[in-house]
């Protein structure tokens, strides 16, 4: 399940791009094995997601075509102070990551660092008013250890963004029929873990996934712009 549109990173072969806070490695993955081959980078705080994310690449069939230009990097680091020079990369992404930082301006100020001029960056975060909801259904939610620190307006993300010096190109939303699932378990945190209605809406989620029928893409389509779960913007460095 990608947040991201690859597509919309307008990638060329051999470019480096750089999945910050890859977790288990989903966008790492998408990137890898994309049609367009390219250098993916993946690192992540937790050391556990890192070689759940390198242990997957082992599960799948290797990608197609077979480019000497593709290839895939794995780290554990804090994405305050990464182990690369500057302009390493042409692309960034960092996907439902910036509401569990801290300081998301350090963040933002080694991002700015680590992308050529010209470069994208990409990131997600859960969007405004469904996260809202979550944090006044379950006064808990936002204390769960790891758990998200914040909840970005996306004017005011978009501005904290530009100041580093890029320039929003895209936006749009993403997992609608997630928005329902958390406010559930939200609704039944702490009976959340053995709920029966948590689980079936687990299941139809899993099964969503997995077969992605035509009826439940076509619901998300038309339900992303009201409530999806995310909203992704797409940054051009400009400077």
Not at 122 to 129: C, E, I, L, N
Not at 192 to 210: C, G, H, M, P
Request: include cysteine; charge should be neutral; glycine fraction near 6%.
């Amino acid at each position: 399940m990608l947040t991201v549109r690859l597509e919309a990173l307008d990638l060329d072969a051999g470019q480096r791009v750089l999945d910050l806070g890859c977790g288990q490695g989903r966008h790492l993955h998408g990137l890898y094995w994309d049609k367009t081959p390219v250098t993916a980078v993946g690192v992540d705080l937790c050391h556990d997601d890192v070689v759940i994310a390198l242990d997957k690449f082992f599960e799948l069939p290797p990608p197609e075509p077979a480019s000497p230009l593709r290839h895939a990097v794995l780290a554990t680091a804090n994405g305050e102070a990464l182990p690369f020079p500057d302009r390493s990369f042409d692309r960034i992404i960092c996907s439902e990551v910036l509401e569990h930082v801290p300081d998301p301006d350090r963040f933002l100020s080694e991002i700015s660092r680590l992308l050529k001029p010209g470069g994208i960056f990409v990131a997600s975060v859960p969007r405004y008013w469904p996260e809202a909801i979550c944090w006044w259904l379950a006064p808990g939610y936002p204390r769960t250890p790891g758990g998200h620190v914040r909840i970005f307006r996306p004017d005011a993300l978009k501005a904290q963004v530009e100041k580093h010096g890029f320039r929003r190109y895209l936006r749009h939303w993403a997992h609608s029929l997630h928005s329902p699932y958390w406010w559930l378990q939200c609704a039944l945190w702490d009976g959340r873990e053995t709920s029966t209605l948590v689980r079936i809406y687990r299941k139809f989620l899993e099964w969503d996934l997995l077969d992605r029928p035509r009826l439940t893409r076509a619901m998300e389509a038309l339900l992303d712009p009201v409530m999806g779960k995310s909203v992704v913007m797409y940054f051009r460095k400009t400077a």
